[in-house]
């Protein structure tokens, strides 16, 4: 009896022994997988972003242009296919170099290290759908080394139905805020992993157009579009041309190309677009353009300039 009672003493403990070795297994290959996966998200974090690593030089005539204390105004014709009819009006796009706070993503009021040299584009445009107006604007701010995405992008659009608003902040991702009067569309905050902007395309011609992505590619399409259209702010497949003077982007899926005609010397300024959308496309065709501190350029005497860009 006491014989029996030993051996099953010495089976109890062989069975604790090695559910503890197996329990010890499980733990530490589950830490294992948990720091693999980790990294592996970082290896791809980092494969993504590899291809735009290093920054764009500067060259003394982009400083010369872009940072005498004045912004890029350019007026543009607009004709703008809205439901199902074409409709005039008038697009701007004012183009500007400015310093940004990275951490909460605003212009800084004071020049500091931290800041991110930034070119701005806030593009505008207006037209009239029967009765009632129509006023649009979108802001990039990209930065001027080129070798990250935009680090804000922000979009309204108000008519008298109502206002829509929407916001992407370049964080760990894309952090997305919008807000409209649609219901479906009602105060909407999500996530969304990092890629190309077609918000951003617009900034990157700019600095260098030679460095314009082609090829078969994933592009969040404009905050315009998405509201406009109520598309899910998301990537789409998109497939992207560059030649000389022109870059165009197509997307099979929602039915849509942007072509977007520039010069290709520098300052590379932006001729003239086409959007087309199933059979209808809306233009705009560059009238003038000027450079100006249109910021100082608040008095009633100041509206001559309207007249030179043709917006009266």
């Known amino acids: 009896m006491e014989t029996y009672i030993k051996f099953k003493k010495i089976i109890k403990a062989e069975i604790l022994f090695w559910l503890a070795i197996v329990v010890i297994a499980l733990v530490t290959s589950c830490k294992n997988k948990v720091k693999t996966d980790d ?3 970082k290896t791809d ?5 590899v291809s735009i690593k290093q920054p764009t030089k500067t060259t003394p005539e982009f400083k010369a242009y872009w940072y005498a204390g004045e912004a890029e105004i350019s007026s543009y014709k607009l004709e703008q296919a809205r439901y199902g009819e074409m409709r005039e009006g008038t697009a701007v796009l004012v183009y500007v170099t400015e310093d940004f706070l990275p951490e909460i993503q ?20 207006k037209f009239n759908t029967g009765i009632y107006p129509y006023s ?37 991702q894309f952090e997305i805020m919008s807000h409209s009067y649609f219901e479906r569309e009602a105060d909407e905050r999500f996530k969304i992993d990092k890629t190309i902007l077609e918000n951003e395309l617009w900034t990157k011609l700019r600095i260098n157009p030679e460095l314009l992505p082609t090829g078969n590619l994933q592009i969040v399409p404009s905050l315009e579009y998405t509201r406009l259209r109520h598309k899910t702010i998301k990537a789409y497949k998109a497939t992207a041309t560059l030649n000389t003077g022109v870059y165009t982007i197509n997307y099979p899926s929602l039915n849509r190309t942007l072509t977007i005609h ?39 005497k100041d509206q001559v300039l309207r007249d030179t860009l043709q917006l009266n």
């Open 136 to 172: 649009i604007m979108q802001s990039t701010f990209y930065p001027v080394s080129n070798n990250q995405h935009a680090i804000k992008v922000s979009s309204s659009i108000q008519e008298w139905c109502g206002h829509v608003y929407a916001q992407l902040n370049n964080r760990e």
């Open 45 to 49: 974090n980092v494969i993504a972003e």
């Open 39 to 41: 990294l592996a998200v």
């Open 262 to 300: 520039f010069n290709s010397n520098f300052p590379h300024d932006i001729l003239s677009w086409e959007e087309t959308i199933g059979n209808q496309t809306t233009k705009a065709t560059k009238l003038k353009t000027i450079k100006s501190p249109y910021w100082n350029k608040n008095s009633n």
């Open 106 to 125: 605003v212009k800084a009021d004071y020049q500091n290290p931290e800041n991110i040299p930034v070119l701005k584009l806030n593009a505008t445009k």
